[in-house]
């Protein structure tokens, strides 16, 4: 496989003192996506998720819990990995940051780092956030307070080991003003570049506060900064640096999806670091925003917290992975409300797309006994019809290369609508009634069929479900999801036998 032709798309590390949330799932889902469309577009695609272990957070709630932060990372592990084979998440791989093979790479990767000469020992003093896990200066509080989530801080004063974060600035400044689309979207883009030109301070990079999390080598009094130490897990995964699978050569560097939050550690933290170990920089940083639920932040405290295995009990898993990438343009902060979900269900899946299926299986079923006829001569309600598929094929690509997840799915509605809008140009139930007109029936039974071909396997990277289904209802290989070559009008072979489909999304009732 050519290196152009593979893909790495990695999501956040999840921390296990939480159990997932539609927020984790959200993230989780947009890389499924991406990941899925760019396997149907013939890339060798990696895939990783997993799950962030260590730190003082997880210690404290494994103590408040009566079990020890192993324990609890067992059975949260386990919550994250049944939703993600729940949503249908395609990961290729996921990781622990307590397996061995990711404390290895961190380990090298400090060493390597130091050898260099950018880690040093110093002394630290600093304003401290437990639940950020991130340390402040006295002028950066806001009252006192962590200026991020506005929760207490404390002062620490230890022995840490230091990175010289500071060294990288201008090369890292240079690297975003020559990378565009480096840090997306744009207006994180601009936030970063202000944080970077404000000035780089040196990083404290180690802890001997507390014990929970991967010794510094050569020095089992300090344990490697929780941050050092996740983010080093897109590589670890790879096999870095041994690379005795060729994964890191052939994968490496990685798209990282993540949310707003965690960017400055993204966009700075980790291309600072692989600046040091003299490694190439991700190719690309997406910060997604945040979800509110019925307009509040979503909290334990306030309850409200959305679980996703409960919405997929209810409205089913393709209906929420629909919802989640369509709601919201991908970058911006939305809203999740059951109303704004239970519409996009009725109106999109069950109206629109479903609709046209039940609708143009049952014809082919009343007027040709379900047999799909070969199509005649297109007219040119036909070729505008097909020349809409070519050109909308390619505005889904271009949006799903800058994961504009919404604006591909308004695009490929856009071509549902069309297959609507051509049943009732062509009216069908009319051409059925005069002998003369068989053959344009034909035809346009073709050309409806072969839309719906074409859409079920546009869908399949956001509803994998359903786009299976729909090319099982034509007759296809539903296990054959390949966009390159299939996405050609014709695919659809004269002869084929096609049931009239039953519904494929039932609509709910709002009253
Ligand atoms: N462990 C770190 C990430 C380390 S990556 C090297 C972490 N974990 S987290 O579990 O707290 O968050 C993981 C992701 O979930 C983040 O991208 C965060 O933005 C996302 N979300 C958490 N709550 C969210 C919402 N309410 N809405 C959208 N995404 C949210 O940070």
């Given amino acids: ?64 819990n009566g079990e020890t932060p192993l324990e609890l990372a067992d059975r949260v592990v386990k919550r994250f990995q049944a939703l993600w084979t729940k949503l249908n998440v395609s990961h290729t791989d996921f990781i622990r940051t307590t397996q061995e093979r990711h404390k290895h790479t961190v380990q090298e990767q400090f060493k390597a780092i130091e050898a260099k000469g950018d880690i040093y020992l110093g002394e630290y ?21 962590c200026p991020d989530c506005g929760r207490k801080t404390t002062k620490l004063k230890e022995e840490s080991y230091f990175f010289r974060m500071s060294k990288y600035q201008d090369q890292l400044l240079k690297h975003i003003e020559d990378h565009p689309d480096f840090i997306q979207p744009k207006s994180r ?23 929970w999390g991967i010794p510094a080598p050569g020095n089992e009094k300090h344990v490697i900064y929780v941050w050092f130490d996740a983010l080093t897990n897109y590589i670890s995964a790879l096999g870095y640096p041994e690379d005795k699978d060729g994964k890191f050569a052939t994968y490496w560097p990685a798209v990282h999806v993540i949310g707003k ?4 550690f993204h966009a700075v933290y980790w291309p600072t670091f692989l600046m040091a170990a003299g490694l190439p920089l991700p190719e690309k940083v997406f910060a997604h925003g945040w979800w509110t639920v019925e307009g509040q932040k979503m909290s334990k405290s306030l309850r409200n917290v959305v679980e996703p295995n409960k919405l997929i009990d209810t409205y089913g898993v393709d209906a929420i ?12 902060d939305g809203d999740f409300s059951h109303n704004a979900l239970v519409h996009r269900i009725n109106s999109d899946l069950a109206n629109d797309i479903g609709n046209l299926v039940s609708r143009s299986t049952a014809m082919l079923n009343k007027y040709f006994a379900g047999r799909l006829p070969a199509p005649q001569a297109a007219d040119s309600t036909d ?50 009634k005069d002998e003369k007109q068989r053959d344009r029936l034909a035809t346009v039974m073709y050309n409806l069929l072969e839309s719906i071909r074409i859409i079920a396997l546009l869908v399949a990277p956001f509803m994998p479900e359903t786009g299976e289904k729909i090319l099982q209802i034509l007759g296809c290989d539903p296990t054959d999801l390949t966009l390159d070559g299939q996405d050609q009008w014709g695919g659809l072979v004269a002869g084929t036998t096609i049931e009239k489909a039953s519904p494929l999304f039932p609509r709910i009732d709002t009253k």
Avoid at 321 to 332: C, K, N, S, T
Avoid at 394 to 415: C, G, V
């Fill in 1 to 64: 496989m050519s290196k152009s032709k593979t893909f790495y798309v990695t999501t956040p590390i999840y921390y296990v003192n939480d159990v997932p949330h539609i927020g984790h799932a959200y993230t989780t889902l947009a890389c499924d996506v991406i990941a899925r469309y760019k396997r149907a577009r013939g890339y060798d695609v990696a895939f990783l998720t997993g799950t962030d272990e260590h730190g003082q957070k997880v210690e404290m709630a494994a103590k408040a």
């Fill in 125 to 145: 003093e600093d304003w401290y956030c437990t639940p950020c896990e991130t340390f402040w200066t006295e002028t950066q509080l806001l009252d006192g307070n």
């Fill in 189 to 211: 883009r601009n936030e970063i570049l202000s944080f970077v030109k404000e000035g780089l301070r040196d990083l404290s990079i180690s802890r001997t506060s507390f014990s």
């Fill in 261 to 264: 939050d965690i960017l400055r």
């Fill in 321 to 332: 992975r629909y919802f989640l990438l369509r709601e919201v343009p991908f970058g911006l």
């Fill in 383 to 432: 070729q505008a019809l097909i020349d809409q598929f070519s050109v909308t094929i390619e505005k889904i690509d271009t949006h799903l290369n800058n994961m504009a997840f919404n604006k591909a799915l308004i695009s490929i509605w856009e071509l549902i609508s069309a297959g609507n809008k051509y049943i009732d140009e062509t009216a069908p139930w009319a051409l059925a």
